[in-house]
């Protein structure tokens, strides 16, 4: 048993993630990182760590089953028994959310219900509100829609900038993520 953390940007959270799991012992590791991004600079982070990565382009298949049949290959390889996105910009299809019932999760910077999908950082930012927040949850057939398992609120400052909210934003995902999992995979045990 093992797990498969999802990335399509720069990795941060997969290197938290990946970095907490060896640190910590967990008894379920960290076994690859799947991108859908052949350039995504986690797949770096993943070569440092000694992670095997799949870059797996959507692109390269006639609809979203296929792309999902073999990124499932690629799991079902390294056993993986939990998928955590962390920064995976695609909403997960039926083949690996039927394979993988509730033991898939998310990170999203905001709470939820508010500013679901992209730039929920520049969403709360550009809106008159004084929180935000990070929410993990399970993920559905929705967006951002499934049910939430944690959620940690950030006080939005008028000195804040885009910069600085998010830098604290990222802090508490850090922060956050690697201890929700750990304890929902030592629960299911």
């Known amino acids: 048993m093992s797990i498969a953390v999802f990335a399509s940007g720069s990795g941060s959270n997969f290197e938290n993630i990946a970095i907490a799991s060896q640190i910590e012992g967990w008894i379920v590791p960290v076994s690859c990182l799947i991108t859908d991004k052949p350039g995504a600079g986690a797949i770096k982070r ?16 006639p609809d979203k089953a296929a792309y999902e049949q073999e990124v499932l290959a690629i799991l079902q390889k390294h056993d993986v028994s939990w998928l955590i996105l962390a920064g995976y910009m ?23 219900p508010s500013f679901p999908g992209l730039d929920a950082i520049g969403q709360a930012f550009h809106h008159p509100v004084k929180c935000t927040g990070v929410t ?54």
């Open 46 to 61: 993943a070569e440092k760590l000694g992670i095997p990565s799949y870059a797996i382009d959507p692109k390269q298949f």
């Open 90 to 112: 695609r909403l997960i299809g039926p083949t690996l959310l039927n394979s993988f019932p509730g033991k898939i999760l998310n990170v999203h910077p905001s709470l939820l």
């Open 136 to 189: 993990i949850h399970f993920v559905d057939h929705g967006m951002d829609t499934g049910p939430i398992i944690a959620q940690h609120a950030v006080e939005i400052l008028e000195t804040d900038s885009m910069e600085t909210l998010t830098d604290k934003i990222h802090q508490i995902e850090h922060q956050l993520y690697p201890e929700v999992i750990r304890k929902l995979i030592q629960a299911s045990r």
